[in-house]
């Protein structure tokens, strides 16, 4: 799924007073992104390859190993050797047709997953020809549309996804708007409401809709929120009745155990849903949303990736930052200790599985490592963003030593991943000066504050910050640098301590 995803972030910027007087911007989590090693992807030329390395980057940035990206590429090649060797069927029947056009959808989803766009959608139109050149041997008159057809729409459905991923909104609207009338016409006369089909497309409208009108930099209308809203709610409907009438029904078919299980597009709605409640600070709403939403993906998750995936660390991350909305300290610290734990049990295992690929042995890859045999850090961007969230929160609730460790864990990892003049070095920094103030360690804060400012400075005119926020940052830290020094010029702070 495009658009708004479970791993985009929310950035929530703030200059709230950390205490009466020091100006701070660590007063909500964040959830920011910073590039690690991605230099070779602003050198290619072209958009689909920027796109193939932007895919390469997440995947690896991710999982801290090439493995993910690795085995995609493996699974493409697999398929496409699959595909060919369908296509030297001289004699074909129906069961054959099928499983031709089965075959170009794997390989055009994989190449979708590889940031293959252009590919992808070349093999999607193959998929469309195909299904038309079937419709013709029918002997039907070529002035008449195609049938209405479970694959052709899925098929165009596929095709507004990949014109969604390349900003080209109104061609993407064209095409899941002409698979939504088409999965309605097939799906909504079977004597039943609801089919999950139709809530697949409705969502992807919905975050079409949210996408088309905003940026990461900007916040949602009111009246885009809304109308996302509606949509999202009415594929909610559509997937989580599927195949029946409503709630009595489906409660029905639940205790004959007669419902097909859910996929996870229904976790995806709700953690979607609690985004936009989110941005409209109804903190009370995305809290049950995004529990909707991991308990969804607990549930359902597949047995072959073990007991999580990435998308569970997200959404732990994201509740937390709700409770933290919520002003709920101690659960949300709770949270995002549960998604750094998931993390790194994920990553190890990851390296493990890679590390043994390179030896040339054989290791079961599902198997969860023991939390007592990881490293204490394993130094990825998204741990380095949980550990500052799990330090503000221990700053908040007075445990400032171990808030000092853990923002230096953060900080250590930011320098190694992206250099120490990083504008996300700096946020640490920040950080860290505020503590400090709390800690009375005045020498420290001012160190702090003065190398978190040079950074912001240096990088002030940089497209990483948003709209005002490296004015905003700026001018808080030297707030607090020219309290410090008024404090000490007038006596007020005795030995450099408060």
């Not at 085995?71 to 099928?98: C, G, W």
């Not at 909104?169 to 698979?179: G, H, I, L, R």
């Not at 949602?220 to 009595?248: F, K, V």
């Not at 989110?278 to 990736?305: D, G, H, T, V």
Request: charge should be negative.
């Amino acid at each position: 799924m495009h658009a708004v995803s479970l791993n985009a972030p929310i950035p929530v910027y703030s200059c709230r007073a950390y205490s009466s007087r020091i100006h701070s911007d660590t007063s909500q989590p964040y959830r920011k992104k910073f590039e690690v090693g991605n230099d070779s992807a602003t050198s290619v030329a072209s958009e689909e390859c920027k796109q193939e390395e932007m895919v390469k980057a997440h995947l690896n940035g991710v999982t801290g190993a090439d493995a993910s990206h690795t085995r995609l590429v493996l699974v493409l090649e697999q398929n496409i050797e699959y595909l060919n060797q369908l296509r030297k069927q001289k004699e074909m029947n129906e069961k054959d047709y099928l499983k031709l056009f089965e075959a170009m959808k794997a390989v055009a989803e994989t190449q979708d997953q590889l940031g293959m766009l252009k590919d992808a959608q070349s093999m999607y139109e193959e998929m469309l020809s195909y299904l038309l050149s079937i419709h013709s041997q029918k002997s039907v008159p070529d002035s008449e549309p195609p049938p209405d057809n479970e694959y052709v729409a899925e098929t165009m459905h596929c095709m507004g996804s990949i014109q969604s991923r390349v900003d080209n909104y109104t061609e993407s609207q064209k095409w899941f708007d002409s698979a939504l009338k088409m999965k309605k016409r097939l799906y909504s006369s079977g004597g039943s409401l609801y089919h999950r089909e139709i809530g697949k497309t409705l969502y992807e409208l919905a975050m079409l809709y949210i996408t088309s009108m905003t940026n990461d930099e900007e916040e949602i209308s009111d009246q885009t929120a809304s109308n996302a809203l509606d949509l999202l709610q009415e594929a909610d409907l559509n997937c989580r009745y599927h195949g029946c009438n409503g709630p009595d029904e489906n409660k029905e078919l639940e205790e004959l155990g007669e419902t097909e299980d859910k996929d996870h597009t229904l976790s995806l709605i709700c953690a979607n849903m609690a985004l936009l409640f989110r941005k409209q600070m109804n903190f009370s709403l995305a809290l049950e949303r995004y529990e909707e939403a991991l308990s969804l993906r607990k549930r359902y998750i597949s047995p072959e990736n073990g007991v999580a995936d990435e998308m569970i660390v997200s959404l732990y991350t994201d509740i937390g930052d709700c409770l933290v909305g919520l002003d709920q300290k101690k659960d949300a610290l709770e949270c995002y200790k549960e998604a750094l734990k998931v993390h790194i049990i994920l990553v190890k295992r990851e390296r493990t599985s890679h590390d043994s690929k390179k030896k040339g042995t054989m290791e079961c890859e599902t198997g969860v490592v023991p939390i007592t045999n990881l490293n204490p850090t394993i130094g990825t961007s998204v741990e380095a963003v949980l550990r500052q969230n799990i330090a503000m929160i221990l700053s908040q609730t007075g445990n400032h030593d171990e808030a000092q460790e853990e923002y230096q864990l953060s900080l250590a990892i930011k320098k190694k991943l992206v250099g120490e003049d990083h504008p996300e070095v700096a946020r640490t920094l920040n950080a860290i000066g505020v503590l400090m103030v709390t800690k009375r360690d005045v020498e420290s804060a001012l160190a702090h504050f003065r190398e978190a400012l040079r950074i912001y400075r240096a990088h002030s005119s940089d497209s990483w910050f948003g709209s005002g926020e490296a004015d905003e940052s700026i001018s808080g830290i030297l707030k607090n640098i020219q309290m410090i020094e008024k404090s000490l010029l007038s006596g007020k702070i005795a030995n450099h301590r408060f």
